[in-house]
């Protein structure tokens, strides 16, 4: 139930949603002052919302920094690869379809590589609400395999659908595992604090390494802070699902 809950809220706090409430609250008013109230209202949140430099400064606020391959400990065991990242319901199905994100994976990669870590641990199921898609996470170990990652290197919770399951999943699945204590969580920067909560709660201790930052560097160009861009608009979308997801998580005790 929480799972479906979680989707509906997701359409409700769109701002294309309130974009679109006050559009049609302009079109039934009656009033001519009425429609203008709800015109200017439109108006201003359409302006914000594309605002390039008001979305950036909130997610430079709320994206946890980039960690130095320095900071990390000499090896740890394994990357906690989370999903999230991949078009599963686009045919045809013998490839993976990156999207936003896609830092997730070649992170993951990179600290393999670059032996700061033994093994990559790729955690998430099927997102869908009505019909069982296959997992992004055999996607993402296809991938790695393709990439030279060693079946043996790799392994597998195909089960979660949200990041309460993931830490969950993957706690349950490191029993099988001992020795697998010195984690790094792999997530898009906008994701981490979240994430990093929800394994912190179930017991796990995973060191941050956040990837696919949405944030660029402050810039003082006018473009910045007055040209409108859609991308902006995007980004809002997303911060807003975050912010409250945690705010969410906080609040049932998950992170």
């Not at 000499?74 to 686009?90: E, F, H, Y």
């Not at 007055?226 to 699902?241: D, G, K, R, Y």
Request: aromatic share 8%.
């Amino acid at each position: 139930m929480f799972f479906i809950l979680s989707k509906v809220l997701d359409l409700v706090l769109l701002p294309t949603v309130w974009l679109l409430v006050l559009l049609l609250g302009a079109l039934v008013a009656r009033q001519p002052r009425r429609q203008r109230q709800w015109l200017v209202a439109a108006a201003a949140l359409a302006l914000l919302a594309t605002n390039p430099a008001l979305t950036n400064e909130a997610l430079l606020a709320w994206e946890l920094p980039a960690v130095p391959l320095a900071a990390l400990p000499a090896r740890a065991d394994a990357a906690v690869l989370l999903t999230g990242i991949t078009q599963v319901n686009k045919s045809p199905h013998d490839r993976a379809y990156l999207g936003a994100g896609a830092d997730r994976l070649t992170h993951a990669l990179w600290l393999y590589r670059a032996r700061r870590v033994r093994r990559i641990i790729v955690s998430g199921g099927s997102g869908a609400v009505l019909a069982k898609a296959h997992t992004e996470a055999s996607d993402l170990a296809t991938l790695l395999r393709l990439a030279g990652v060693p079946n043996s290197d790799i392994i597998v919770e195909d089960s979660s659908r949200n990041t309460r399951e993931n830490a969950l999943f993957t706690k349950r699945l490191l029993a099988r595992y001992p020795g697998v204590d010195t984690l790094v969580l792999v997530t898009s920067a906008f994701h981490e604090r979240r994430a990093l909560g929800c394994f912190r709660k179930v017991g796990l201790q995973p060191l941050a390494f956040p990837a696919g930052y949405r944030s660029t560097d402050r810039s003082w160009s006018p473009g910045y802070w007055l040209v409108p861009n859609a991308s902006a608009l995007e980004n809002l979308s997303l911060l807003i699902h975050e912010t409250t997801g945690w705010l969410v998580y906080r609040l049932r005790g998950w992170c």
